[in-house]
């Protein structure tokens, strides 16, 4: 992932969250600053009902599996 480069600081806090700022340096050579989510603290949503986000995963279709 040389494309990409985390950041620990700042760490700042949205409503049941922790994010923080992570470089992301497209095919293009542009760089570009966003923030991402570190940790989950409260309740998450999706469609309306309760969601159990994964917080990491080895691969995309792990980290977007449904919770039973």
């Known amino acids: 992932m040389s494309n990409?480069?985390?950041q620990n600081n700042p760490q700042i806090f949205t409503t049941g969250s922790f994010l923080k700022?992570?470089?992301i340096i497209d095919d293009n050579?542009?760089?570009f600053w966003v923030w991402y989510v570190s940790e989950f603290?409260?309740?998450t949503y999706k469609d309306g009902l309760p969601y159990?986000?994964?917080e990491n995963a080895?691969?995309?279709d792990k980290l977007v599996l449904e919770m039973e």
């Open 4 to 6: 990409v480069e985390f």
């Open 21 to 23: 700022p992570m470089k």
């Open 29 to 31: 050579g542009k760089e």
């Open 41 to 43: 603290i409260d309740d």
């Open 52 to 54: 159990n986000p994964q």
């Open 58 to 60: 080895t691969s995309y």
